[in-house]
């Protein structure tokens, strides 16, 4: 039998093998090694090690207590589970996975599965609120929402004396009119989706949702408590309220308590209001002269030589305080907020004002 032999530097059949078998085969050769030598030597075979699966359990939570709803993904895997209504979560995994915990307005968290009961505590990520929009059934990134959506945080309120919430708004969102009249008492109006031939006063309003309750009255509400306001314009944005979201939806969101020590925080102001812009009017001694000059002249039975201003006669320079006192708490099971309203508005209209007192009070409890 003719041997045949392979020199060093190239590559056997067995050794091609190896390389094929992704390193399994294990044997030695020596230069110029004789094939049957080679068979006769038979590689053995490593058994790959297998990974360890394990039940990974834990709790994701926020500075305010278990955050349902949030994400855990296994890294690079498509295997994942969302938190239940208590935070907590189980998820199999292999040892020493990277798991990878998000949720939507909070800065994602890695932890090792190791085996043991995970604790996880999400922060609140500033960048990613920014881009979080109510959108009447919920939240969602402003990347992804199709309507018409204009989103006003508390440093882009109008500053004044400011009788209704709405009049926050005024001059701040693209086609929604607020016109209002020198009586405090007198509800501003609101234009939100166009004029109607139709639908007139409150039949023009757009509807609002108040801290998730719809169809609640915008007048119970403090300016002073609400944090943001979301207005929903077109029909994709308003969908979800039917028939009662024709001219517009406005959603409006109150301050909640923050995990800690109770706070306690008033915030107050006085103003002045008075007329702006009175309409230019003739007097009596400028309407005399006027009428010489044009050769006419008033009934002699009409002039009782008056001369006054109507619009000073009727009008007068207001003057406003309003006072607002807030309790906010939360022990991480239970939370409560309690604040009082008191707005006086003397307005610009004689006889009219506006003396007005609001309570509130929210309490919830975690009984998990």
Request: glycine share 10%; aromatic share 4%.
């Amino acid at each position: 039998m003719k041997k045949q032999f392979y020199p060093s530097g190239k590559t056997s059949p067995l050794r091609l093998a190896a390389l094929l078998c992704g390193g399994l085969l294990s044997f030695t050769t020596a230069q110029a090694t004789p094939l049957g030598k080679l068979i006769a030597a038979r590689p053995s075979v490593q058994p790959a090690a297998l990974a360890e699966e394990i039940t990974v359990t834990g709790t994701i939570r926020d500075q305010n207590g278990p955050l349902p709803g949030a994400s855990v993904v296994v890294k690079n895997t498509t295997r994942g589970t969302t938190a239940d209504a208590h935070g907590k979560f189980r998820l199999q995994a292999n040892r020493n996975d990277v798991l990878i915990f998000s949720m939507i307005g909070y800065q994602s968290r890695e932890r090792i599965a190791d085996g043991s009961e995970i604790e996880v505590t999400m922060e609140v990520s500033a960048e990613k609120l920014s881009e979080v929009v109510v959108v009447g059934y919920g939240a969602a990134t402003r990347s992804n929402v199709t309507g018409a959506i204009t989103s006003v945080k508390p440093s882009e309120f109008n500053a004044g004396v400011n009788n209704s919430p709405d009049q926050l708004l005024q001059g701040k969102v693209a086609g929604l009119n607020i016109s209002r009249s020198g009586d405090p008492n007198a509800n501003p109006a609101i234009i939100l989706r166009g004029p109607s031939t139709l639908r007139t006063g409150a039949a023009q309003e757009p509807f609002y949702v108040i801290d998730g309750v719809p169809g609640a009255s915008i007048q119970v509400v403090a300016p002073s408590d609400i944090v943001s306001i979301d207005v929903l314009k077109d029909a994709s944005a308003t969908a979800i309220y039917g028939s009662r979201a024709a001219n517009g939806v406005i959603i409006v969101t109150t301050r909640r308590a923050k995990a800690g020590e109770p706070v306690i925080s008033y915030n107050g102001y006085a103003a002045v209001e008075n007329v702006s812009n009175q309409i230019q009017m003739l007097s009596a001694g400028e309407l005399g002269e006027y009428l010489a000059a044009n050769n006419k002249s008033v009934n002699p039975q009409d002039d009782d030589g008056a001369d006054n201003n109507w619009q000073n006669e009727v009008s007068r320079t207001g003057i406003s305080h309003n006072h607002n006192i807030a309790l906010l708490a939360n022990s991480g099971k239970t939370s409560y907020e309690a604040s009082v309203n008191y707005l006086n508005n003397q307005g610009i209209i004689k006889g009219s004002a506006l003396d007005r007192l609001i309570l509130r009070g929210r309490v919830e409890q975690n009984f998990t």
